[in-house]
């Protein structure tokens, strides 16, 4: 059995105007780095065996600073990587049905094999994300005896974690809160998640961000 701490990287500056992330690699801002900082804090005196994060700066800069107290080296898996949203990636939330009118309704309709218009690079569908979110989580959990590892990662796969843990279907819309450096707690007992705590933010004394597209 393993508890996995599971981190949204801090707020960014994109996050702070609901401006679609995906694969682009933007910073934390000034809040985000104090967030960090203070969710380090909030796990300092915790007995943790690892720290893995995704590769995208947001998060391993949230990683580095819950680390640092226990002298851990993060490690890096880019399956921890938010989804790619493809040509969607730049534009703020409100401005993808003006530029994708029939691909944003596919988004809202939280359609699970349709694919955006391909960005920077190929977008991925809702399927294969979860796919890939569910199987790096449990690779990792399962890669060695870990009693309790902190993975720090991004709202698109927290959101696929919360629905594997309550064997919620992908289509139904999101009724839960994903927060900017919120503590969540689920345990791994060989065989699936359990949540044991969700969207802990007692740690930060200002307000976070769930700007993600319900």
Same mark, same amino acid.
């Given at each position: 059995?393993?508890?996995?701490?599971?981190?949204?990287?801090?707020?960014?500056?994109?996050?702070?105007?609901?401006?679609?992330?995906?694969?682009?690699?933007?910073?934390?801002?000034?809040? %985000?780095?104090?967030?960090?900082?203070?969710? %380090?804090?909030?796990?300092?005196?915790?007995?943790?065996?690892?720290?893995?994060?995704?590769?995208?700066?947001?998060?391993?800069?949230?990683?580095?600073?819950?680390?640092?107290?226990?002298?851990?080296?993060?490690?890096?898996?880019? %399956?921890?990587?938010?989804?790619?949203?493809?040509?969607?990636?730049?534009?703020?939330?409100?401005?993808?049905?003006?530029?994708?009118?029939?691909?944003?309704?596919?988004?809202?309709?939280?359609?699970?094999?349709?694919?955006?218009?391909?960005?920077?690079?190929?977008?991925?569908?809702?399927?294969?994300?979860?796919?890939?979110?569910?199987?790096?989580?449990?690779?990792?959990?399962?890669?060695?005896?870990?009693?309790?590892?902190?993975?720090?990662?991004?709202?698109?796969?927290?959101?696929?974690?919360?629905?594997?843990?309550?064997?919620?279907?992908?289509?139904?819309?999101?009724?839960?809160?994903?927060?900017?450096?919120?503590?969540?707690?689920?345990?791994?007992?060989?065989?699936?998640?359990?949540?044991?705590?969700?969207?802990?933010?007692?740690?930060?004394?200002?307000?976070?961000?769930?700007?993600?597209?319900?």
């Amino acid at each position: 059995m393993t508890e996995i701490i599971l981190i949204r990287h801090g707020e960014t500056a994109w996050n702070a105007v609901r401006r679609v992330q995906g694969l682009m690699n933007i910073p934390l801002n000034t809040r %985000g780095q104090k967030q960090a900082i203070a969710t %380090g804090r909030a796990l300092q005196t915790e007995q943790i065996d690892a720290v893995i994060a995704s590769d995208l700066q947001r998060a391993a800069h949230t990683a580095q600073a819950i680390a640092a107290p226990h002298g851990i080296t993060v490690a890096i898996d880019q %399956g921890l990587r938010e989804r790619c949203f493809g040509a969607f990636e730049g534009l703020l939330y409100d401005e993808i049905g003006t530029h994708y009118p029939e691909a944003h309704l596919t988004m809202k309709a939280r359609q699970l094999d349709a694919r955006f218009p391909d960005g920077e690079n190929k977008a991925e569908t809702l399927r294969e994300f979860y796919a890939r979110s569910l199987g790096t989580i449990t690779r990792l959990v399962s890669a060695q005896q870990y009693q309790k590892i902190v993975l720090v990662t991004h709202g698109g796969v927290l959101d696929c974690a919360y629905r594997a843990a309550k064997e919620m279907d992908l289509s139904l819309p999101r009724d839960f809160d994903i927060l900017n450096a919120s503590i969540n707690r689920l345990v791994w007992d060989g065989e699936r998640l359990n949540i044991a705590q969700w969207g802990d933010v007692g740690h930060l004394s200002e307000v976070v961000m769930d700007e993600i597209d319900r």
